[in-house]
């Protein structure tokens, strides 16, 4: 019979890929922990409004990437394209900002975007997504920024390029975007259909364009870092001395505008040469009035999401704690020993200990070579004759020494060593 396939650009995680997945989380639990994270858990589905309203509407992700449909031909709903929208809907509709004045959130989970799928590029995919709700403080900036590069540090990454940019403000942002209609009216027939449309509705877009003719005209367009305001300019200068302080290497990159509506100031992103064309591992940025244009109060936010593929596709095999591999693998000969070592196995799991076993009871050098294969810190070998005499052979399989034991202590000795 045909077999059912996965739908184009849903791609299924499988192990040992998770462990390395599992790994990524457990070290962002970790390092969240210390900067003072809590973890939020947003649903995947929301109203399409909320996505039109917080990313923008003339995006291409809302243009052109939603999973948008209609429930029963009533309500609009949409799969999430990404986190933060819901995250601060959640943050106004819980009214978390009375809680504390500054709300340190993250959440991880997948994200949904009808793009055209490529090596890096999927139609479902995994972000894990950091906020900070307070004040526009740029110290706050700092630590966001710090933290990521210390996440990324805890795998050894090399050779990451942080790339940061100020968007200024809406005092300042006017004027700059006068200078950007100006200009591309003036090669407006050279820009694609989609560019020259924005010059009027969203003409920062076009920063994003990705054809190349309109890459080019964009470089010789007008800088925004030309035109900020002078609190937008000294946010940016603090925001630098803090990277400064900690030794953080950084480029100002004046033409990234990245590819929502919301930000404003700060917006970086972090990418390196080893993934191909698709090169980003995060971006991010603050957004000073997404809280208020949800309905919330006057609220300031920064937030980034890394792309968990792309970083999975950075950290090397062996980088990954499941190849430790379990603690003890019991070689069974004969029906009495397997029904013994059933009863060992699922005892020691239940105590927390990673125990593996075989049921085909086959040979003894199948059943070592597994145990080797899995990458066993020992092995415990019971023969019909072992349990006759209560004992069985335990095999340190690192320092390739075995020693007897008694079975009635063998829980003990395992427990002891396996602290
Ligand atoms: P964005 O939300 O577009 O700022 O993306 C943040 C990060 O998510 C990017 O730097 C990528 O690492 C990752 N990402 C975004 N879109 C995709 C996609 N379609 N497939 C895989 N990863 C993605």
């Not at 949904?112 to 999927?122: E, M, T």
Request: contains cysteine; proline residues 4%; charged residues 30%.
């Amino acid at each position: 019979m045909e077999i059912i396939t996965a739908v184009k650009g849903f791609k299924d995680i499988l192990p040992p890929e998770t462990d390395k997945w599992r790994y990524i989380e457990d070290t962002a639990k970790d390092v969240f922990r210390a900067f003072g994270y809590s973890e939020i858990r947003v649903p995947l589905l929301e109203k399409t409004e909320l996505f039109r309203r917080g990313i923008g509407e003339s995006t291409d992700i809302v243009e052109k990437e939603m999973y948008t449909f209609l429930d029963r031909g009533e309500e609009s709903l949409t799969l999430r394209p990404e986190a933060t929208a819901s995250v601060i809907r959640a943050y106004v509709e819980h009214t978390l900002h009375a809680v504390e004045s500054v709300t340190k959130l993250y959440t991880i989970g997948p994200m949904f975007r009808r793009d055209r799928p490529q090596k890096g590029r999927y139609r479902q995919f995994h972000q894990i997504d950091v906020e900070i709700l307070g004040p526009d403080d740029p110290h706050i900036d700092a630590e966001l920024l710090l933290m990521v590069i210390h996440f990324l540090g805890r795998f050894g990454l090399k050779n990451l390029n942080l790339e940061i940019n100020s968007l200024g403000c809406l005092e300042c942002r006017p004027a700059f975007r006068e200078a950007v209609v100006q200009f591309l009216h003036g090669s407006e027939e050279e820009l694609c259909g989609d560019c020259r449309r924005r010059i009027d509705t969203n003409p920062l877009r076009v920063f994003d364009c990705k054809m190349e003719k309109c890459r080019e005209i964009i470089t010789k367009a007008p800088r925004l870092m030309d035109f900020i305001c002078v609190s937008c300019r000294e946010h940016f200068a603090q925001v630098i001395a803090c990277l400064t302080l900690f030794e953080i290497p950084y480029a100002v990159n004046p033409n990234m505008v990245r590819g929502l509506d919301y930000y404003t100031r700060t917006t970086f992103e972090v990418t390196t040469e080893f993934l191909g064309a698709q090169n980003a591992i995060l971006g991010g940025g603050r957004y000073d009035h997404l809280v208020r244009d949800l309905g919330g109060p006057d609220v300031s936010g920064i937030g980034f999401a890394i792309g968990m593929e792309r970083l999975a596709a950075l950290i090397p095999e062996q980088a990954k704690n499941a190849a430790e591999g379990p603690f003890l693998f019991i070689a069974a000969l004969g029906e009495k020993a397997v029904d013994k070592a059933f009863s060992l196995c699922n005892r020691l799991r239940m105590k927390g200990v990673r125990v593996e076993m075989d049921y085909h009871s086959r040979s003894l050098k199948s059943q070592m070579k597994k145990a080797d294969k899995l990458n066993s810190a020992f092995a415990l070998i019971l023969g019909e004759r072992e349990i006759e005499e209560n004992r069985a052979l335990l095999r340190n399989m690192r320092a390739s020494t075995q020693e007897e034991i008694s079975l009635d202590e063998f829980e003990e000795t395992i427990m002891k060593i396996a602290r």
